[in-house]
């Protein structure tokens, strides 16, 4: 018993219970033993401010945790910002891409208004890179017929219309084989010249010019539009622009490699131009 008295933690526990005991007694203002918590007071000062210093550390600590997480939430509600954001924007250039077709819709009626304009999805195509022949998602339930104009939104010809069943038609374009267009050099001193879709050409896109008339000069650059002979095509109808001018076995024949306005790798939407036909009372069949 003696030998634990005299230990060192027996020792030391005991000061620490009496130095709490009188810090407690002394804590009030009116106690007389307000001297001995002074007196004890100053040696434990360096402990009090070491304490101190680690408790401030720990606060400061599991502030920087508690701001962390608010930084994290806030990151996280700006993302889903930014996202709603982006959406929104996509939504506006889509409406400005379709407030742009339209417009461009109008000025196809200002030019053809012998037409009436049939807006068309195309939902399916031949195998193969290029679009020469492919089905768009209106028929004779619109009004559509054989031999009808197909354009795009620019006034760029696609080609025309070889069948049609209810819901849907079947559309030749200019830079397939089977085609052949009465074609305009636009330009002083042009002419007639006949473009035509060719088998080695049509897998870059590109289309054909011959029966190009001697006396007529093309150049490269000279835009190709339709003539409006044939039957099928109105006169104006840009076809494309001639890009080279080659010269067969014949000193005197030559043809053109034209590049059409069409770019028949990106076809999404087309018009048909459907004929305002009159009908036996001098009104107009739309």
Known sequence: ??????????????????????????????????????????????????????????????????????????????????AELRKQNRSLSALEVKNKELRQ????????????ILGANIIAVDPGNWFTVFKVDIGSREGVKSDSPVVTNTKGLVGRVISSDV?????????????????????????????????????????????IPVDVD???GDVIETSGVGGIYPKGIVIGEVTEVRKTSSEMDRYAIIKPTADFKRLEEVYVLKSNEINETGSVNK
């Open 218 to 220: 093309v150049e490269v």
């Open 1 to 82: 018993m003696l030998r634990f008295v005299k230990s060192k933690g027996f020792i030391v526990s005991l000061i620490t219970v009496i130095l709490l005991v009188v810090m407690g007694v002394s804590a009030n203002k009116n106690s007389r033993l307000n001297w001995l918590n002074n007196i004890i007071s100053v040696p434990l000062s360096p402990v009090q401010g070491f304490l101190s210093s680690i408790g401030q550390r720990v606060e400061d600590g599991l502030s920087f945790f508690r701001d962390i997480d608010a930084v994290k939430k806030e990151n996280e509600s700006l993302k889903e910002e930014v």
């Open 167 to 211: 819901t849907s038609s079947k559309i030749l374009t200019i830079i397939d084989e089977e085609s052949a267009v009465s074609g305009w050099i636009s330009k002083a001193g042009g002419g007639h010249a006949i473009v035509r879709g060719d088998m080695s050409l049509k897998e870059k896109g590109l289309c054909k010019m011959d029966y």
């Open 105 to 116: 819709a109008l000025k196809l009626k200002e030019q053809f208004g012998d037409y009436t």
